[in-house]
T-cell receptor
């Protein structure tokens, strides 16, 4: 059973518009959530994270929202740029589990000029 | 660049042969991890290490073993490779609770 799910395998957005990537989880004990970005033939790179005690975290064009009651998080990218085209993974961890992350299946974002 | 080098970058092998993948870090970090990435599954933890000679299993450890004789090196061994182990393998370290990954090894088992 998948504890972290990204139900949209792909998303296409026009340059300059907002990209919204969604992620759902089932384990209410998760206390830390992260987003990773992956280009082909490269390792995933850390993008942004949020603790379960917060509902929003912002870093430049990237904002992550956490809705604990719905067990849902989302990544907003505004404005989207062609260089944002990549696969995005959400991940979650339990308290004090460090690098033992549970990943979603990934969403491939395509930003068209 | 998190100072993680994986070798080889690509490998093709036959079913039943042993395979060892190497991960080398220059960050002197205590924790190291091996993940595999497969379509429809995201990344899944195979094994991890919390110090020299200290290792533990992850979510998908069957068919894999690991060794860590030095802080900087973490080896992943497939004792007898199967086609289901065709995957992309990533090594990672976790300074500050966030994973930093190497560039990966593409392994094909024919």
């Amino acid at each position: 059973d998948q504890q972290v799910k990204q139900n949209s395998p792909s998303l296409s957005v026009q340059e300059g518009r907002i990209s919204i990537l969604n992620c759902d989880y089932t384990n209410s004990m998760f206390d830390y959530f992260l987003w990773y970005k992956k280009y082909p033939a490269e390792g995933p790179t850390f993008l942004i994270s949020i603790s379960s005690i917060k509902d929003k975290n912002e870093d430049g064009r990237f904002t992550v929202f956490l809705n604990k009651s719905a067990k849902h998080l989302s990544l907003h990218i505004v404005p989207s740029q062609p260089g944002d085209s990549a696969v995005y993974f959400c991940a979650a961890s339990l308290y004090n589990q460090g690098g033992k992350l549970i990943f979603g299946q990934g969403t491939e974002l395509s930003v068209k000029p | 660049d998190a100072g993680i080098t994986q070798s080889p970058r690509h490998k093709v092998t036959e079913t039943g042969t042993p395979v060892t993948l190497r991960c080398h870090q220059t960050e002197n970090h205590r924790y190291m991890y091996w993940y595999r990435q497969d379509p429809g599954h995201g990344l899944r933890l195979i094994h991890y290490s919390y110090g020299v000679k200290d290792t533990d299993k992850g979510e998908v450890s069957d068919g894999y073993s690991v060794s860590r004789s030095k802080t900087e090196d973490f080896l992943l061994t497939l004792e007898s490779a199967t086609s289901s182990q065709t995957s992309v393998y990533f090594c990672a370290i976790s300074p500050g609770g966030k994973l930093f990954f190497g560039s990966g090894t593409q392994l094909s088992v024919l």
